[in-house]
């Protein structure tokens, strides 16, 4: 029992002294170490670097204090780095680097580890995830290209394994199917990786297999960013000959040449919900704590315009 | 006292219950937590996260990991930040956030905490730095643009207390006075931090002046890049009108309208000297760990022309 004036005095000589708790010895009493294991795929991948700044920041105001490793998309190299987080007793993860079936969420999931998943999902229930709508993404995509007159539509597909190439594949044949083109299994290109050497060598594949397309949809920015490498490789120019779209509007992409037509979608807001949703399970809140889905919006740019009269370059 | 036959088999079976040394108990003997704490300004310049990656990876390597925050360049937000990772008894820091005269890093090496900066270096001796060569690199650069033809050349300057802002000042000043061109002062603008706005505001400052110059030679890339926005603010073209160049090679300014005329260092390098310099200390290596000075070289892209005939846009 303390008045306030006492309470007062601590607080004010605590601040002069420039105090801060010790989290290990507030531990032995909360059991927390006020530490947050945050995993990515891809520190390069420039779509990340906002994301991880808005959940270092909301954790920093609730006193917690960021581990960031990459995993590569690498499983063994994820397990590597997740057990070396658990050894420091982190007391909950946020997770960019989640396979749809992934064993080691599972696990954290079993042993009481809170986990978020943030730009990826997991096949079925019990983990809380913020993503983007990437159907709703890939519905404004084809949409916006269809209307430009584009008939013949190539997708240079994500990983399979990652939620977001799956899903927004499937959102561009529902997409399609909506807009009834066809969506020809030969202007389908799948990547391993989402990088700017995976979306080339998938758009020069396509282009090799003289198949006819005057536009594709790629997964992500990068492997359209790969399209316009492949493209000028062939002498081809964008959006004269092939029109080309992205996803995720990563920084920088509007001053590009061409600035890239793409789907946005709030990556501060993506990375702060999903430290509110890692501390609200924290603090034992589960109800609060749903799966959250962006709404995305189209930025149309220079990369898209009506398709070439001549026919497609392939 | 055990045979090697034992040790052989403790290690099979370690490997396959998939053991991993727990740090904290391995830390009462060693009186380590294998754990780095890595302070950088800002996530979301690019130049930063190819560093962080490299040093994450050295880092990796001897079992350590890091925790990442920024600082933002507050000293107030970098010592609530230090004073966290020291709570969780890092090891040792990693600081892309040195200000030239900083307390908080007199402080650490006052307390014995193993301390290595990168991409900064402090004022006087005693600390490890590693970072680029910033006299040389404007030496190129300078160079370039004289051998160009320009003779009136403006200095977008970054944040004078910061070292790399400071250095690459002098250096300007320097290169300018070898090539026996005159450093006029009022073609010379000081930002307060490294960003496209405030490169923006500092050009727009100096064509407002009606100041006469054909080149302008910006302290980074973020800079360089605000430039090209002040150009095009006025309908000018780069480098039709003004030849623009950058520092750092950040990733994607080649694919930037125009591509960037910059300074390359290596990145990954640097990340991966500040590690080892910092494992070398943690070693008790210090006769290893001096500092690493980095060379720089020029890429020239499409951002630098000779002068318009007409004379300068200001």
Redesign the interface.
Known sequence: MVSDQVTRRVRRIADEM?Y?????AYGLKTKR?F?IGVLIPD??N?VF??V??AV?RTL?EAGY??????SDNHPEQARV?L???K???VDGLILATALRADHLIAECVEEGLPVVLVNRTVDGDGVVCVNCDEFEGMRLTVGHVAELGHRTVAHIAGPQFLSTGHDRYRGFLRAMHERELAADSSLIRFCDAFSEEAGRAALEALLDASARFTAVVAANDLLA?GC?DALERRGLACPRDLSVTGFNDM??VN?????LTTVHFGLDEMGSHAARALLDLLDGNAPNAESIRLAPRLIVRESTAPPPSGGSPG
Not at 65 to 70: D, G, M, P
């Open positions: 420039r801060h708790a010790d989290p290990f170490s530490t520190l390069c420039p670097p906002p991880i700044r270092e920093g204090i960021a581990i960031l490793a990459e780095v057990e070396k987080m050894a420091r007793r960013v316009y920084p920088f001053r590009f040449e061409p600035p």
